[in-house]
């Protein structure tokens, strides 16, 4: 089992930067694939990044792909999610997941999720 804890959301304006982490316990952190999901209002949960166990590769959305970067230490047992350029149709509840297999499609382990709010 895995418990994974996101921070850093807010409300920003578009054009700005924010950078998500996410926190794990449980299980060894460096067994798992870890990636961001999102959700925006009145749409389906969306897939946005993930990093393999090992940190040797990444996948992205095309929507955020060249503006979102995906990061993980092993030692923290953290992923974090940097946002840059951001637009107002980013807006969403960004969601911390996780699982074994590479890449993230139907991940097990979620968090609670944390809201991100770009303004016009």
């Known amino acids: 089992q895995v418990q994974l804890v996101e921070s850093g959301g807010g409300l920003v304006q578009a054009g700005d930067s924010l950078r998500l982490s996410c926190t794990a316990s449980?299980?060894?952190?460096?067994?798992?694939?870890m990636g961001w999901f999102r959700q925006a209002p009145g749409k389906e949960r969306e897939f946005v990044a993930c990093?393999?166990?090992?940190?040797?590769?990444?996948y992205y959305a095309d929507s955020v792909k060249g503006r979102f970067t995906i990061s993980r230490d092993n030692a923290k047992s953290t992923v974090s999610l940097q946002m840059n350029s951001l637009k107002p149709e980013d807006t969403a509840v960004y969601y911390c997941?996780?699982?074994?297999?590479?890449?993230?499609?139907?991940?097990?382990?979620w968090g609670q999720g944390t809201q991100v709010t770009v303004s016009s």
């Open positions: 997941a996780s699982d074994i297999r590479f890449p993230l499609t139907r991940p097990r382990y």
């Open positions: 449980g299980r060894t952190f460096g067994s798992y694939v």
């Open positions: 990093i393999s166990r090992s940190d040797d590769m990444t």
